[in-house]
């Protein structure tokens, strides 16, 4: 039953590999050659060259033709190609729309990888990209969600200032509460003060009508 389910398996990876892996012949630095190419949904020719530069890094070193616009890595040796045997790789990028192309050809020393002359070594081939393929839409997949997460962070800090500015807010209202109480003792205590001192004035219009009074009197009981 597990040799069946991996079967299964294994077919469905071909199958899907083979819808994602195709050929035709392209010109490239050395004419037109059997070029191997697959289509990367949301990635653009830097994140393509950079993944590449990654991908092939472990075979030797590579080589940027500018003229030709390809990446060459030459006298490589890639088991699962061929062997143990060296050959070239030449890697070029196009970007389109919403998508971008990755082409590869693969020197074989004695002709360019194809599936009808070099059966064995095409096998290894769309393997090898369908590999790129799925190690470029990681990494696109990856800068999306860097992306997103970097929004997520910024809304995150954008809800901790309303937070903050909620709290600023209640703690203004606490503070004016606190304000009005206040307020309302002193207006009471004001309210007494007045009547104490409308009851002292009271008191001393009296005392200044009584001067007053003791003004106008004096001379007048001598007469």
């Known amino acids: 039953m597990k040799n069946h389910t991996l079967f299964v398996l294994l077919l469905i990876s071909s199958a899907v590999m083979a819808q994602k892996v195709n050929q035709q012949k392209a010109t ?3 004419g037109p050659q059997n070029a191997y190419y697959v289509e990367i949904e949301g990635a653009d020719k830097d ?5 590449w530069k990654e991908y092939v890094k472990e075979y030797g070193k590579v080589n940027h033709n500018k003229k030709a616009k390809e990446f060459v890595s030459e006298k490589v040796v890639v088991t699962l190609i061929n062997g143990s045997t060296p050959l070239t790789l030449y890697a070029k990028f196009e970007e389109g729309n919403g998508l ?3 082409y590869l050809w693969v020197d074989l020393g004695t002709g360019f990888s194809n599936a009808t002359d070099f059966s064995a070594q095409n096998r290894g081939v769309e393997t090898f990209l369908w590999d790129f393929w799925v190690m470029a839409r990681k990494n696109v997949v990856k800068r999306d969600l860097e992306k997103e997460e970097k929004k997520l962070k910024g809304f995150e800090k954008e ?7 909620n709290k600023d807010y209640h703690s203004d209202i606490e503070k004016a509460r606190m304000k009005i109480a206040e307020n309302e003792k002193n207006i009471e205590v004001n309210l007494k003060d007045q009547d104490t001192k409308k009851a002292e004035i009271e008191l001393q219009k009296k005392t200044v009508q009584a001067v007053i009074d003791k003004l106008n009197g004096i001379g007048k009981s001598q007469k």
Do not use: A
């Open 159 to 165: 809800l901790s200032k309303l937070e903050n500015k």
């Open 47 to 51: 994140l393509l060259e950079d993944t």
């Open 100 to 102: 971008s192309t990755t």
């Open 28 to 30: 490239m630095s050395l």
